[in-house]
């Protein structure tokens, strides 16, 4: 078997950036800066609306934690292995568990379960309930991504590039597949698409698979795009956002890429459009949105992949995936900004800062309400006025 390298983002972009410099260039070059934020007239009025302590914070390299919801609860994970529950109007404390095992993947949610996995590559279902532990279980490596179910499987995607289903009541394995993983990689795996039928995940590869999800049979693959280049850095194609499906067409984005709209029912392309980027896409209003490499900020049409904005005032500050809150696209940084933009034309319309110590985990979207995890630990709301 090849040895897999994996590279965090942080690595990675300082390769990419120092170049000469790095490699015993000229010194004298002058370092590429984050973007300084703009001023502008904000026209929308951000309040936060509670603010809740997990317990931990979120390491720099282990960036793939994120809350999730069910319909009156918002749970949420520290790296050092606490969880949270909490009410999802007022950041009540429900209950809090403490695993104490290094949490990097998660939180999931489904059918009364909430689920994480760990650094060994354990898989903990908990009671959505009181936090006690349903099951656990141990599948091959490093676990990066939420867990997913549909109530008879949980799926969970492994950092060697391996899927599997585990029997959603007891955690036993009932299939697993192996992707074909290059040599070199970004740190991160995508986030499973689980629905009643089908399973749907992303690979290091750069394509998309389509599992039956009872027994793990083959429905179709796709490739979303193919390795280009001389250098294995330059043949990085990763899918490490989960896909996003709309209806009837699903879309995902590769690193160093493209963006895709595939039907879901046969994997058919409907479009591509050149895009390359580490996180979800978020759809809105006939539009799909990319946080993409650089900290682009870029808007296309759903239906064709015509580009209609880009937003290059926020490059190289490490921005999370979009989420919708209210009307605006949202996406926070690594200062701790949350920079909401409008969605027609990509211009900012408000900003508030939440953290000083950055928000690295995707942003949660609650209806009219947006739920924030900072790298210190704090879990936070937030709404239009």
Not at 184 to 206: C, I, K, P, Q, W
């Amino acid at each position: 078997m090849k040895p897999i390298i994996r590279l965090t983002q942080a690595l990675l972009w300082s390769l990419l950036l120092t170049g000469c410099s790095f490699f015993g260039g000229d010194d004298g070059d002058a370092a590429i800066e984050p973007a300084e934020l703009v001023k502008f007239k904000s026209e929308v009025d951000v309040k936060r609306l509670w603010t809740a302590k997990i317990g931990s914070g979120t390491r720099d390299y282990w960036a793939g934690l994120k809350p999730t919801a069910s319909r009156s609860t918002i749970f949420a994970a520290g790296n050092e292995g606490n969880i949270l529950a909490v009410n999802k109007d007022t950041g009540k404390r429900l209950w809090a568990t403490d695993l104490e095992v290094a949490i990097s993947g998660g939180v999931g949610y489904g059918s009364g379960m909430v689920m994480v996995g760990t650094i060994e590559g354990g898989v903990y279902a908990l009671d959505e309930d009181n936090g006690s532990t349903i099951w656990s279980a141990q599948v091959s490596s490093e676990i990066l991504a939420s867990p997913k179910t549909n109530g008879q499987v949980v799926v969970v995607q492994t950092v060697d590039n391996k899927l599997f289903a585990l029997d959603a009541s007891t955690g036993e394995e009932l299939w697993q597949h192996d992707g074909d993983a290059p040599i070199l990689t970004v740190r991160g795996t995508s986030e499973a698409l689980v629905t009643e039928n089908m399973v749907l995940s992303g690979f290091d590869s750069g394509k998309l698979i389509a599992f039956n999800s009872s027994n793990g049979a083959l429905v179709w693959e796709a490739r979303i795009a193919l390795p280009k280049g001389r250098t294995e850095l330059e043949r990085m194609v990763d899918i490490d956002g989960q896909p996003l499906l709309v209806g009837d067409v699903i879309y995902a984005v590769t690193y160093q890429g493209r963006l895709g709209a595939l039907s879901r029912g046969t994997g058919r392309s409907l479009w591509f459009q050149d895009s390359s980027s580490h996180s979800s896409p978020a759809h809105s209003d006939g539009k799909i949105f990319v946080s993409e490499a650089g900290d682009t900020v870029r808007a296309f049409k759903a239906g064709s992949g015509q580009v209609i904005w880009s937003n290059e005032q926020l490059f190289l500050r490490r921005l999370t995936g979009p989420a919708k809150l209210a009307g605006t696209m949202a996406v926070a940084d690594a200062e701790g900004y949350l920079h909401l933009l409008d969605p027609t034309d990509g211009h900012f319309v408000g900003r508030i800062k939440v953290d000083g110590s950055g928000v690295s985990a995707p942003l949660l979207s609650l209806g009219d309400s947006l739920i924030v995890q900072s790298n210190s630990g704090t879990l936070s709301a937030y709404k239009l006025n």
